[in-house]
């Protein structure tokens, strides 16, 4: 019985990696969250090395807390903005590409923000720095190989399966399931379940070769400094630009008042002459009053009363008067 049971199981499990729509087709079917559920996209899902190139350019400000390294700060930075990408992938390309593996039972969003969930885990798991390392690795491991969409559903119980699985490979001290699942805030059994499905979806491929370790962790480590010259860059731009703005404008200053000043003296010019002129008027004003009186009293202006206006009308009279002929009479024969 068992064998034939196992026969069967295998065969849905073929059915299910050949079919990317059997959970739509078997809604009720135990299978639906079974890892070898392969999702076939019409695109590339974007890997965490993805988001940090294009974080590189987008990127403006970064703000460290107190009690944030750079890895740790590159950390949140990242797992905060793949669930987004999932997000909106899921809203374009609709429900059907939707994983119902590493989700909730009640399927809701958790609370607890990503940057909190990390910290949480760094408090209170006892494990390396290069486990949080391996948890990138994996991720992108799973994305690249499995087409599997991280969105906000599946991120929190995916780092603390990947963080404990991590720890277990690594370190030579680790805790077991029981504490981990206190710490993630799942129960013990979920969480073996969502160890094995882990497993699953990297084929129980856990190693990672040294060249790919060390481009991870130089590409998370070296991520804040480098947005740090980037922006030391964009600030030393800014600045220059605005330096030549302001001299710019000095000199737009500068030409404005030469102008203003060259209007005052061409005012002023012009002011000064006019009141040369009003001064040269008044003083040629009274010499030519002085010369009139003068003109009045050499040549003295004939009136028509006066006798010598008289006598030269009765001279004009008597001259034009008309000569009379004296006609001596005819005498008479």
């Known amino acids: 019985m068992t064998s034939q049971f196992q026969k069967r199981l295998n065969a849905k499990y073929l059915l299910m990696k050949s079919d990317p729509y059997y959970s739509q087709k078997y809604p009720d079917s135990s299978l639906n969250n079974h890892p070898f559920h392969h999702i076939v996209l019409p695109y590339k899902l974007p890997t965490v090395l993805d988001i940090i190139q294009d974080s590189l350019e987008n990127v403006k400000n970064v703000e460290l807390k107190e009690d944030q390294t750079p890895l740790f700060y590159s950390l949140c930075h990242v797992l905060t903005e793949l669930p987004i990408i999932g997000d909106n992938i899921l809203l374009k390309a609709g429900t059907q590409y939707h994983s119902n593996l590493f989700v909730s039972p009640t399927s809701e969003v958790p609370k607890i923000s990503i940057t909190e969930y990390l910290t949480r885990l760094v408090k209170f798991s006892p494990c390396s720095k290069e486990c949080f390392i391996m948890i990138i690795v994996y991720i992108d491991r799973?994305?690249?190989?499995?087409?599997?969409?991280?969105?906000?559903?599946?991120?929190?119980?995916?780092?603390?399966?990947?963080?404990?699985v991590a720890s277990k490979y690594i370190d030579d001290i680790f805790y077991n399931n029981e504490y981990?699942?206190?710490?993630?805030?799942?129960?013990?059994?979920?969480?073996?379940?969502?160890e094995i499905s882990f497993l699953n979806l990297l084929q129980f491929d856990l190693s990672c070769p040294l060249p790919d370790y060390l481009?991870?962790?130089?590409?998370?480590?070296?991520?804040?400094?480098?947005?740090?010259r980037q922006n030391k860059k964009d600030s030393v731009i800014k600045i220059h630009h605005h330096s030549v703005?302001?001299?710019?404008?000095?000199?737009?200053?500068?030409?404005?008042?030469?102008?203003?000043?060259?209007?005052?003296?061409?005012?002023?010019?012009?002011?000064?002459?006019h009141a040369q002129q009003q001064q040269y008027q008044q003083i040629q004003s009274p010499q030519r009053d002085s010369r009139s009186n003068i003109s009045k009293i050499i040549n003295p202006i004939n009136d028509n009363n006066s006798p010598s206006?008289?006598?030269?009308?009765?001279?004009?009279s008597i001259t034009q008067q008309p000569q009379t002929q004296f006609i001596l009479p005819k005498c008479i024969s």
């Open 142 to 164: 799973i994305i690249s190989k499995t087409n599997f969409i991280i969105n906000s559903f599946n991120i929190h119980r995916l780092l603390i399966t990947a963080i404990m």
């Open 180 to 194: 981990y699942s206190h710490i993630g805030g799942v129960t013990r059994d979920e969480l073996n379940r969502l």
């Open 215 to 228: 481009d991870y962790f130089s590409k998370l480590d070296s991520f804040v400094s480098k947005l740090r």
């Open 245 to 273: 703005n302001q001299q710019y404008q000095q000199q737009q200053q500068m030409q404005m008042q030469q102008q203003q000043q060259m209007q005052q003296q061409m005012q002023q010019q012009q002011y000064q002459q």
């Open 309 to 316: 206006m008289v006598t030269s009308t009765r001279r004009k």
